[in-house]
């Protein structure tokens, strides 16, 4: 999946229930997550949108709950499934943009456990900041500043080995599994970039090893794609 973000986000600029991301964050894992899985993959689904195209994917705010941030809204309707959360409706769209997002975001956080995201939300600065003055251990419903979201993501992290301002200048990249060798399609692949890539990418400069592929087709810990051209000449 290719997205051109700066052709969209001026159309696409909606917020969604969180409720409807968390159908479609399960529908990607493609299982049943624990409620903290849950919860901190809407937080970095919220966080990184934020960073990206600088406007909330969903209104609901994120607190700060003492075990890493949470939706209250979400939390309440889907209290009954402590264990693991069953998707609800079936019928969410998302916008391009979004799906994108929530798609590489799932690809990137969705195989740690609920303890491991929470551990990670601990040890940056949106959730910690928010929790500035309450004791450890104790609970608190402060919301997660978003302007402190937007910053720290775009400014000390990345999604997919890119960076927001990476994403938002060129496209949100989602690779999709491919065969390698003789099945192996470039224009296909140079298809799906943004145009004012494939125009920045000539085609004798790609290499013949993916794991030498420039940036812009490389999609560093997403999905991991493995060519063997057998002669460049054969291209």
Request: proline share 5%; net charge negative.
């Amino acid at each position: 999946m290719v997205v051109n973000a700066k052709a969209v986000y001026g159309s696409e600029v909606m917020a969604m229930r969180a409720n409807d991301v968390a159908d479609v964050i399960i529908e990607q894992l493609g299982s049943a997550p624990t409620s903290m899985q849950l919860q901190k993959l809407l937080y970095y689904s919220q966080a990184w949108h934020l960073a990206i195209t600088g406007h909330p994917l969903f209104d609901e705010e994120c607190q700060a709950w003492e075990n890493g941030p949470v939706v209250y809204e979400v939390w309440r309707e889907r209290r009954p499934f402590s264990s693991r959360v069953p998707r609800g409706r079936t019928d969410v769209r998302l916008t391009k943009t979004a799906a994108g997002i929530v798609e590489l975001v799932c690809a990137a956080y969705g195989s740690m456990s609920g303890d491991q995201l929470s551990a990670l939300t601990h040890e940056e600065a949106p959730w910690s900041e928010a929790r500035a003055g309450v004791p450890a251990h104790h609970g608190s419903n402060k919301a997660i500043s978003r302007a402190s979201m937007a910053t720290f993501y775009r400014e000390h992290r990345r999604l997919g080995g890119r960076t927001a301002e990476d994403l938002a200048a060129a496209g949100v990249f989602v690779a999709s599994p491919r065969v390698a060798n003789d099945d192996f399609d470039i224009d296909a692949l140079l298809g799906e970039l943004d145009p004012t890539l494939q125009a920045s990418i000539p085609l004798d400069q790609i290499k013949v090893n993916a794991e030498a592929l420039p940036p812009e087709l490389s999609f560093d810990g997403i999905v991991t794609t493995r060519v063997d051209l057998r002669d460049a000449d054969d291209c």
